[in-house]
């Protein structure tokens, strides 16, 4: 069997799941039944077939299924003692939990594999950081497009970011690094004030995927 493609990206002590198609059978708890009361068929499968993943992820750390309620944020909220994060896009959905003294926050974000649309680079990015895609795009431009995995990798360190700190952040707010030998990148809030997160990510199958960590 093909090995997922989270499992690539994480270390011993995060799980994951992943999902490339929404099940019809998979069940929701009440509770997140009333969270997506009236949300459009597509929306209400996709929160379904994550939170499938993120209790198959919760089992590999030990923990009984549990309701994953959005709080007023829409941020999950996890067991105690759990951080965890989840993602949807077109043809995927994963989730990564882990205990919170193996790591303090963790986030996950994934993408297709398809340039920005014109002139979203520019509000998403830094100078410096356009300067470090330009020379990425000359010397790796088969290994991902960098200016949707820049993208993607703030969308993991936001996911990260929010749920302990409740600030919010603009794209211009963190700056991003990728080692594309490693397939790592470390990135660091700039504002409101200084945090330091490293990540991993990959390019497959039409799919792009970030997961960023702190501690
Ligand atoms: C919250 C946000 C990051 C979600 O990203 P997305 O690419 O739109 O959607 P994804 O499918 O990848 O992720 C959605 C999941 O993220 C989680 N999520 C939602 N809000 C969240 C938050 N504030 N913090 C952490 N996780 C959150 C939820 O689990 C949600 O899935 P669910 O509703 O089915 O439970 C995005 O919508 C957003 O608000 N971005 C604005 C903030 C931002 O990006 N700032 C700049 C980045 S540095």
Redesign the pocket.
């Known amino acids: 069997m093909q090995r997922a493609l989270i499992e690539r990206l994480l270390p011993s002590y995060v799980a994951g799941a992943e999902a490339r198609s929404d099940a019809a059978d998979d069940a929701l708890y009440p509770e997140e039944r009333a969270a997506v009361a009236g949300v459009s068929e597509g929306r209400r499968r996709?929160?379904t077939t994550?939170r499938h993943c993120a209790r198959r992820a919760l089992s590999a750390l030990g923990h009984a299924p549990v309701p994953?309620i959005?709080d007023a944020?829409?941020?999950?909220r996890w067991p105690d003692g759990v951080v965890g994060?989840?993602?949807?896009?077109r043809g995927y959905r994963a989730a990564v939990v882990a205990r919170q003294y193996d790591v303090r926050a963790l986030?996950v974000?994934?993408?297709p594999w398809r340039p920005l649309n014109e002139g979203v680079l520019g509000t998403v990015s830094l100078p410096g950081e356009r300067e470090r895609l330009a020379a990425l795009e000359a010397s790796h431009s088969r290994l991902a497009c960098w200016d949707r995995l820049l993208f993607c990798a703030?969308?993991a360190?936001?996911?990260a970011w929010?749920?302990d700190t409740r600030t919010?952040?603009?794209?211009r707010?963190?700056s991003v690094e990728f080692d594309p030998t490693e397939h790592t990148f470390r990135a660091t809030v700039l504002a409101p004030y200084r945090r330091d997160f490293t990540g991993r990510w990959l390019a497959r199958e039409g799919i792009l995927l970030a997961v960023a960590f702190d501690g």
């Open positions: 996709e929160f994550v994953l959005p944020r829409g941020v999950p994060s989840m993602t949807h896009c986030g974000d994934a993408e703030k969308e360190v936001y996911k929010f749920p919010e952040l603009t794209f707010d963190v």
